[in-house]
């Protein structure tokens, strides 16, 4: 899947004002699914909390666009949610085991709490894909309520190449339980 | 040798191999982040390898700009920090535990004039934790002591070659610290900018190469150029070295330094590139 906008600036994503990152709703799916500003996220894989890991995405590209998760308008909050089940959206853009996406000329802004979330499924028994061959480049991620990129879990093979993370309230890049012993 | 994924298994049986890494930045610029810059978190037992951060620029990042496992017990193989610039630094540049094997080249760390210089060092490559049931030597934690390159480096099987070359060590002058920077600590502060820590039977001065603890590895400093290096007597380089058969060398000037035993080095030499000589084993005295 190609989503192409028409340049940083041009094509603008905005979150909606007072709004909050909430969980889907009877969410009890596990076949990997691409979701596109759901639960108030761009991009949204719920993996529930089940027994088969889930199939990856693969193969995503976006690019070309300015997503802005309206700074502190968001209610969202990050702490309950990753309660409620750690490997739901919290990012502005949040994706669960993928493959082969590549994100290029991407600006990213003002999310609650991460700009750019990836990660594994940490619930599921056996493990999951992970995050692996993924290639960001012009990617900046700023101004996040925590981290402006957030990778949990396993990944092999990331290329970040004149990308910037700046002015974010925790970490530029944060990876967290890399190698989860669940694997 | 090359700590594998192979002797991952053999050593862990009961824990998959988990294998994570070829990680690449190149060319990115991570700047003023209130935490890290790059921080990786691994768990226990797990092996990661391959990361290279290159040509990246990290500036005025509070909580330090690279941290890899900086809490956890793990095996960190094949580091690679090459070509980067670090500014406007206010803790650590970079800290990297259990390291197994890496290089840190042709880097730039500066601190700013007007920063707050802590008494963390720049480059800090710790030794093994607690979890592994190797308790770390008394009075070390994770604050370092303000060396350039502070390395206590780790016990443990497979590669620990350290290739530390070609960077060049920026400090103030004159350092503005507080008790408050060393964590509560008890400081002391002389009329040259000089910061010494009280960490107990003795006192901590910032050197530009501090080696600690029981040797058995391999480290190569060749190469590197410190500026603002301490005056008067204090020795730039300390080096507490128990294992015969570990062999270190410091470069400069084409000059090349093999250290078996403690020793420190004048700052006067390598000021000035001459030949560092080799110093008797204080121990034994």
């Known amino acids: 899947m190609r989503v192409i906008g028409a340049g940083i600036g041009h094509t603008v994503l905005t979150l909606p004002d007072n709004v909050a990152q909430t969980p889907r709703p009877g969410a009890t799916s596990l076949c990997a699914t691409l979701i596109i500003n759901d639960h108030h996220a761009w991009w949204h894989w719920d993996p529930n909390s089940g027994s088969a890991p889930p199939d990856p995405i693969f193969n995503l590209e976006l690019a070309h666009m300015t997503l802005d998760g309206n700074g502190t308008n968001q209610n969202g909050n990050g702490t309950n949610l990753k309660a409620i089940d750690k490997a739901q959206a919290r990012g502005l853009v949040s994706l669960n085991n993928v493959g082969n996406i590549y994100f290029h000329d991407l600006d990213i802004v003002n999310s609650i709490p991460y700009g750019l979330e990836l990660q594994s499924n940490a619930s599921t028994p056996g493990g999951g894909f992970g995050v692996r061959n993924a290639v960001f480049e012009r990617v900046a991620t700023s101004a996040a309520q925590w981290d402006g990129i957030a990778l949990v879990g396993v990944f092999k093979n990331l290329t970040f190449r004149e990308c910037s993370s700046y002015d974010n309230a925790r970490d530029g890049v944060h990876f967290e339980d890399v190698g989860l012993s669940a694997y | ?285």
Request: glycine share 10%; hydrophobic share 35%; proline share 6%.
């Open chain 2, 1 to 285: 040798m090359t700590y594998s994924e192979m002797e991952h298994r053999e050593l862990h049986p009961g824990c998959e191999a988990v294998v994570v890494g070829d990680l690449l930045f190149d060319h990115c610029s991570i700047a003023g982040n209130n935490g890290f810059g790059i921080t990786l978190h691994p768990n226990p037992q797990c092996l990661i390898e391959n990361i290279s951060i290159s040509n990246c620029v990290f500036e005025t990042n509070n909580g330090g700009s690279i941290s890899l496992s900086a809490e956890y017990c793990t095996f960190v193989n094949n580091i690679r920090i090459l070509g980067c610039t670090f500014t406007h630094q206010t803790f650590r540049a970079i800290i990297i535990a259990t390291p197994s094997s890496g290089v840190i080249s042709d880097c730039a760390f500066e601190h700013s004039e007007n920063s707050v210089p802590t008494s963390d060092s720049l480059v800090k490559l710790l030794g093994i934790p607690e979890v592994e049931g190797r308790p770390r030597p008394p009075g070390h934690d994770d604050f370092g002591d303000g060396s350039d390159i502070f390395f206590q480096p780790t016990v443990f099987t497979g590669s620990r070659t350290w290739r530390i070359l070609g960077n060049h060590f920026v400090r103030p002058l004159r350092w503005d610290n507080t008790p408050e920077t060393f964590g509560g600590r008890t400081t002391d502060a002389d009329d040259r900018g000089i910061v010494a820590r009280d960490l107990g039977p003795r006192v901590v001065q910032r050197w530009s190469i501090y080696v600690d603890d029981d040797i058995d590895s391999h480290l190569v400093v060749t190469g590197n150029h410190f500026d603002a290096l301490l005056l008067g007597e204090y020795p730039a380089a300390y080096f507490d070295v128990d294992t015969p058969n570990d062999t270190w060398f410091i470069r400069r000037a084409g000059t090349i330094v093999e250290g078996l035993n403690l020793f420190t080095v004048p700052v006067e030499t390598l000021r000035t590139g001459g030949q560092i000589p080799r110093f008797e084993d204080k121990r034994k005295k």
